[in-house]
């Protein structure tokens, strides 16, 4: 059935947009009248700091059991501790499972381990990275960019389609949320008349790295899975929609620009909008 919006990417995506959304919009918190998730478990990337943490916060108060996927375990006990502390949540709501994007294996099994669980209801995939500087991956040889937030994370949202399908509890169908960005809208995504396309981000960029559009390209071509992967599944089963949150307080994704400009505007702005302490 076809659907249609009263809104625009130009107009809900542009930086006048972006600005009124960064500097004058602050979204409500859901409270657990309005939404329940007791009895529910959810699945967060990226969940030690930032967007992720937030999340997790915020799941954990509607009564959620959450699942902090991270790169560094000792971190992920440190958020853990964080969350137990904050909320009305128990430690036992709040388990760390290892995963690193930059590793297919590391996806896999991680999409194995999600096969044990006795119920899975929501998967909030938040990590990301934004290169400064251009790096590729050494065992796949994509640019990081790419290889993190489209490739791994196409994979991982594949992964566990079938799990939220099988395992979510309840009537209500399963739900997958990816992160995109604003700067999708303004990315040119020269590579796009590129055929195949993908072997392009095996190769430096010409004539330099421009950083930005390298990471606004992987964030089209998440929404470009997207709206393929819509066309497959069907809503009863799993719900899979993709959020532009914007800057966030005490990210880490641009973590390699810490003491360059970028570094300092990029804490400048995500400081406009704080999470909760």
Same mark, same amino acid.
């Given at each position: 059935?076809?659907?249609?919006?009263?809104?625009? /990417?130009?107009?809900?995506?542009?930086?006048?947009?972006?600005?009124?959304?960064?500097?004058?919009?602050?979204?409500?918190?859901?409270?657990?009248?309005?939404?329940?998730?007791?009895?529910?478990?959810?699945?967060?990337?990226?969940?030690?700091?930032?967007?992720?943490?937030?999340?997790?916060?915020?799941? %954990?108060?509607?009564?959620?059991?959450?699942?902090?996927?991270?790169?560094?375990?000792?971190?992920?006990?440190?958020?853990?501790?964080? %969350?137990?502390?904050?909320?009305?949540?128990?430690?036992?709501?709040?388990?760390?499972?290892?995963?690193?994007?930059?590793?297919?294996?590391?996806?896999?099994?991680?999409?194995?381990?999600?096969?044990?669980?006795?119920?899975?209801?929501?998967?909030?995939?938040?990590?990301?990275?934004?290169?400064?500087?251009?790096?590729?991956?050494?065992?796949?040889?994509?640019?990081?960019?790419?290889?993190?937030?489209?490739?791994?994370?196409?994979?991982?949202?594949?992964?566990?389609?079938?799990?939220?399908?099988?395992?979510?509890?309840?009537?209500?169908?399963?739900?997958?949320? %990816?992160? /995109?960005?604003?700067?999708?809208?303004?990315?040119?995504?020269?590579?796009?008349?590129?055929?195949?396309?993908?072997?392009?981000?095996?190769?430096?960029?010409?004539?330099?790295?421009?950083?930005?559009?390298?990471?606004?390209? /992987?964030?089209?071509?998440?929404?470009?899975?997207?709206?393929?992967?819509?066309?497959?599944?069907?809503?009863?089963?799993?719900?899979?929609?993709?959020?532009?949150?914007?800057?966030?307080?005490?990210?880490?994704?641009?973590?390699?620009?810490?003491?360059?400009?970028?570094?300092?505007?990029?804490?400048?702005?995500?400081?406009?909008?704080?999470?909760?302490?």
């Amino acid at each position: 059935m076809a659907v249609n919006f009263d809104a625009s /990417s130009e107009n809900e995506a542009g930086l006048l947009r972006f600005l009124k959304s960064q500097l004058l919009f602050t979204p409500p918190l859901i409270t657990r009248e309005e939404v329940d998730l007791a009895g529910k478990t959810a699945i967060v990337t990226g969940a030690n700091v930032g967007l992720g943490l937030e999340c997790a916060r915020q799941l %954990l108060d509607l009564g959620c059991k959450v699942i902090l996927a991270v790169r560094s375990e000792a971190r992920g006990e440190a958020a853990r501790r964080q %969350l137990a502390q904050g909320c009305d949540a128990q430690l036992d709501d709040v388990e760390i499972w290892k995963l690193d994007l930059n590793s297919y294996d590391s996806v896999v099994n991680f999409a194995e381990r999600a096969k044990t669980l006795t119920g899975l209801d929501i998967a909030a995939l938040d990590a990301g990275i934004y290169k400064v500087e251009d790096s590729f991956n050494s065992i796949t040889g994509y640019e990081e960019d790419i290889q993190v937030n489209y490739l791994s994370n196409a994979l991982r949202t594949l992964l566990l389609v079938p799990i939220l399908a099988d395992k979510k509890t309840g009537d209500a169908p399963g739900r997958i949320v %990816l992160v /995109s960005s604003g700067i999708a809208n303004a990315t040119k995504f020269n590579e796009k008349e590129s055929n195949p396309i993908l072997p392009v981000f095996k190769k430096k960029m010409e004539p330099k790295w421009l950083f930005k559009e390298r990471y606004g390209t /992987s964030k089209v071509l998440v929404q470009m899975f997207v709206a393929e992967l819509a066309k497959r599944v069907p809503s009863s089963a799993v719900v899979v929609t993709v959020a532009s949150p914007g800057f966030c307080h005490k990210s880490e994704i641009i973590r390699d620009g810490e003491g360059r400009f970028v570094g300092l505007l990029t804490v400048s702005q995500s400081r406009l909008r704080s999470t909760s302490e």
